[in-house]
């Protein structure tokens, strides 16, 4: 990392088909690189996590290193139990408030990238 500002990457970042190891088709990797650079800058992730995304990004490691890390697992376990915790704590205005912002975070990605597939295991055995 820059001495500057470490929330730049030492080189060339990786690109979206390099994520499809862990994703299931093109625009899922696209929208995980998005997340990763999101967090990559997003101080109230903690330090943890913002090194994770910013190795993942620089082609440091790879997505299924994080999934393997002890390290990485424990701090994104640590980070889900925080928002668990603070939605848990929310008030109906703010939880109103939240729904209403991720309906319309659902309805730009379906948007732009269409209607998600249901996953193999949330369709009917009869294969409908």
């Not at 992730?45 to 913002?50: H, I, T």
């Not at 190795?55 to 697992?73: A, P, T």
């Amino acid at each position: 990392m820059g001495a500057a500002d470490d929330r730049e990457l030492d080189g060339p970042e990786i690109s979206d088909e390099e994520l499809l190891d862990v994703a299931d088709n093109p625009a899922q990797a696209a929208e995980l690189h998005r997340a990763l650079r999101t967090i990559a800058k997003t101080d109230s992730v903690g330090p943890e996590l913002q090194q994770m995304a910013r190795e993942v990004l620089s082609g440091r490691i790879g997505m299924k290193d994080v999934v393997e890390s002890d390290r990485y697992l424990s701090a994104i376990g640590a980070r889900l139990g925080e928002m668990r915790t603070a939605a848990e704590n929310l008030s109906p205005e703010e939880r109103a408030a939240s729904e209403k912002r991720a309906q319309k975070l659902r309805e730009q990605a379906e948007a732009e990238y269409g209607p998600d597939e249901p996953e193999e295991w949330e369709r009917p055995r009869d294969g409908r």
